[in-house]
Structure formats: structure tokens, C-alpha cells
């Protein structure tokens, strides 16, 4: 029995080493999306890559990690990570087989995906890139689309519920801030056009 709980142990660090990686990773990535960092996105997509592949043999050993936290934790960052990666870079959405990931984390990612595009919505308007705010708010609703066409009980989908009432609050707050930048757009462009008829 202690030999059996031993390498319990001896799995149990591996797979958290391994998922603190994925995590780190992914989140350095989606901080380098933001800023334009092409290489860095690169270099951490793929540390995060390496570590998960690594965190998923480790967790084979014993098929009851896959459903832990731990696993589904790292997953979940991983695949928003590559969704939000996909959608600035070639707005194209990616499914769980492209990246091989469990359907639950998979949601989860999809739907954490859409407060990063909120961020970079916002980052646009302030920097008057309005139809990439346009394009940002555009993938939010297909988020949301895709999640609420997932209606199961929480035995089911766990957390599924509040993620959907999550990414609604996130795209209504975003589709005002939007509003509000267009308008103040064309109030200023209407305003120069005054401005050049008069001289």
C-alpha cells in the first residue's frame, strides 16, 4: 500500500509542476498577444505546448488525474490562450480535436477567452482602431452563441451557467464602450467637416 501511495505522491508533483508550467506559459502569451510581442507569443505558446504534452503523459499513468483540477486547470488556460491566439492572429475559432484538449476545459477557455477580448477591444478604441474593437466584439458574440447552446445542469457542466451570464455582462459592457467610441468618432469627424467648410 505505501508503494502504491508513494508513486501517487511522486504523479501528484509531476502533474502540478507540469500544470503550473501550462499555466504560466499561456498567461505570459495572452500578455504578449496584447502588446504585439509576436515572438514572445511564439516562445511561451510553445513552452506551454511542450509542458502540457508532458502533463498529459504524466496524468495517463493514473486516468483519474484527467479529471482533476490540476489537469483541467492547465487545459482550460492552454486552450484560451490559443483561441484568443487564433482570433487576433487569423480570426478563426479552433475546436478541441485541433487542440486536443477535453471538452469541459475547452468551454472554459472559449469563455475566459472573451474577457481578453475585451481587453483588446478596449486597447483598440483607445488607440482608434475601431474596426478591430468591431472584430473583437464580433468573436464575444460568437462565444456566447456557442455557449449557451450548452444548456446542461451542473452535474453535467459544472460552472457552465455562470460562465454563460459571465461572457453576456462582458460583451453588453463592451458593445456600450463601443457605441459610445463611434459615436464620439463621428462627432469628430462631423465636426472636422464643419471645421474645413467654414475656412
Not at 15 to 33: K, P
Not at 80 to 94: D, H, M, N, S
Not at 160 to 171: C, E, G
Amino acid at each position: 500500500m505505501r508503494r502504491h501511495f508513494d508513486v501517487q505522491e511522486e504523479l501528484r508533483e509531476k502533474v502540478l509542476e507540469f500544470s503550473r508550467e501550462v499555466v504560466r506559459a499561456s498567461s505570459r502569451a495572452i500578455a504578449a498577444m496584447h502588446r504585439g510581442d509576436s515572438v514572445t507569443v511564439r516562445k511561451e505558446m510553445s513552452r506551454a505546448n511542450s509542458s502540457l504534452s508532458a502533463l498529459a503523459k504524466a496524468a495517463k499513468k493514473d486516468p483519474a488525474w484527467m479529471d482533476s483540477g490540476l489537469v483541467q486547470s492547465a487545459y482550460q488556460e492552454y486552450c484560451e490562450a490559443r483561441i484568443v491566439q487564433a482570433l487576433l492572429a487569423k480570426g478563426k475559432f479552433l475546436d478541441p480535436k485541433e487542440l486536443r484538449a477535453p471538452y469541459k476545459a475547452y468551454l472554459g477557455g472559449m469563455a475566459d477567452a472573451a474577457g481578453e477580448l475585451r481587453r483588446y477591444a478596449l486597447d483598440s478604441i483607445r488607440a482608434d482602431k475601431v474596426e478591430a474593437a468591431e472584430r473583437a466584439l464580433g468573436h464575444m458574440e460568437d462565444i456566447l452563441e456557442l455557449l449557451m447552446s450548452f444548456d446542461y445542469p451542473d452535474a453535467i457542466l459544472p460552472g457552465m451557467r455562470r460562465r454563460q451570464d459571465m461572457v453576456r455582462q462582458v460583451l453588453e459592457r463592451t458593445r456600450g464602450d463601443l457605441t459610445a467610441a463611434i459615436r464620439q468618432q463621428r462627432l469628430e469627424r462631423a465636426l472636422e467637416r464643419a471645421k474645413r467648410r467654414t475656412k
